[in-house]
């Protein structure tokens, strides 16, 4: 039961950045945001996928590439492509939702011989 309750805290936490996401791509490419009119959503999106990644790092099952991913959105940001870097950020939450599945779910192998 607690596997399962955790298992869909992570899934609708995976359709709310979907969903934020989506918005934040749908919007129209015409006009080139100011300096800091982005920034609220990357800062965000930063500080949940951050969240993730400490949980995940808390677990011992932090995956290889997704510091890298953090990096590189930080880049990403510097180069002025906002939209790279939310796909980036975005990635980077997924892996460590992921991570922190993996966890749940090898916490009590059950070996088979």
């Given at each position: 039961m607690k596997q399962r309750s955790l298992m869909q805290v992570v899934l609708l936490g995976g359709a709310l950045s979907l969903a934020a996401l989506s918005g934040v791509s749908c919007a129209s490419n015409d006009a080139k945001p100011a300096a800091g009119a982005g920034n609220a959503a990357y800062d965000a999106?930063?500080?949940?996928?951050?969240?993730?990644?400490?949980?995940?790092?808390?677990?011992?099952?932090?995956?290889r590439d997704t510091g890298?991913?953090?990096?590189?959105?930080?880049?990403?940001?510097?180069?002025?492509?906002?939209?790279?870097?939310?796909?980036?950020?975005?990635?980077?939450?997924?892996?460590a939702k992921l991570a922190q599945q993996q966890a749940v779910d090898q916490a009590n192998p059950d070996f088979h011989f």
């Open positions: 999106a930063v500080a949940a996928a951050s969240a993730e990644i400490k949980k995940a790092g808390a677990t011992g099952f932090e995956w890298k991913f953090m990096k590189d959105a930080e880049e990403a940001v510097k180069a002025g492509d906002m939209d790279k870097a939310m796909k980036l950020v975005a990635k980077a939450e997924s892996q």
